[in-house]
């Protein structure tokens, strides 16, 4: 069954703190890996967009990272700010399937 | 340039009605995919389509259906209506099929309907 889970589901950080999402797949066969920020009762928005052959990614203070062998993700935050506060959405999509198989999020709070 | 315009914000409907929700996708974008996000959970896929065909379908009921029009414009049509379709309706446009490409994903703010 093809199935994004994502870890931890809530977190709370201080402001100017680091720290690592994680997403986990079971999606076969692997065509691309995505992370999106949302905000409450907002569209997503893309951060990095990740094929087979990337293990990482970059955007601005968002880094992710790509494990197709252990079919693992991150996406690390470096010197969070109050704006950072969303959740997280790890979307991975299956080769030859017009498919997208959403996480549930991880929901950032970033405390002053 | 407009971005993804989706209407209705807002919506109230009753158990066993019939809605109705729109999508004006990004000018020059092909494709319109549909997602259901139920509060506090991540979006669900429900359809993509490219140039006015059904493309990609998840797993809905047939109560769920979707038409793109030669404007590339999107309906999406969900008849008798539970209280378990309350949820965002997010609807995102991309120039291509998005499932096998790298190409960037566009969302809309949704719309939220409620069934009472």
């Known amino acids: 069954k093809n199935q994004v889970e994502q870890s931890p589901q809530s977190l709370i950080i201080l402001e100017g703190k680091n720290c690592t999402l994680q997403?986990?797949?079971?999606?076969?066969?692997?065509?691309?890996l995505r992370w999106y920020k949302q905000d409450t009762g907002r569209g997503p928005v893309s951060l990095t967009i990740?094929?087979?052959?990337?293990n990482t990614k970059s955007n601005g203070r968002y880094t992710a990272t790509l494990d197709a062998d252990t079919k693992q993700s991150s996406l690390h935050i470096t010197a969070s700010q109050l704006s950072d506060s969303a959740s997280y959405i790890c979307?991975?999509?299956?080769?030859?399937?017009?498919?997208?198989?959403f996480g549930s999020g991880t929901k950032l709070n970033v405390k002053p | 340039d407009a971005g993804v315009t989706q209407s209705p914000t807002h919506l109230i409907k009753t158990r066993g009605q019939h809605v109705t929700l729109r999508c004006s996708p990004i000018?020059?974008?092909?494709?319109v995919s549909w997602y259901q996000q139920v509060l506090g959970q991540g979006p669900q896929f429900i359809f993509q389509?490219?140039?006015?065909?059904?493309?990609g379908r998840g797993n809905f009921p047939d109560r769920f259906s979707a038409r793109q029009f030669p404007n590339y414009s999107s309906e999406l049509n969900v008849n008798a209506l539970l209280l378990g379709d309350s949820a965002l309706y997010l609807c995102?446009?991309?120039?291509?099929?998005?499932?096998?490409?790298?190409?960037?994903?566009?969302f809309g703010e949704g719309s939220r309907l409620t069934v009472l």
């Open positions: 389509y490219y140039e006015k065909e059904e493309r």
């Open positions: 995102a446009s991309s120039l291509a099929l998005t499932g096998q490409t790298t190409g960037e994903l566009f």
């Open positions: 997403c986990n797949y079971t999606v076969s066969p692997f065509s691309n």
């Open positions: 000018s020059g974008h092909k494709s």
């Open positions: 990740m094929t087979f052959s990337e």
């Open positions: 979307v991975v999509s299956a080769l030859n399937f017009n498919k997208f198989y």
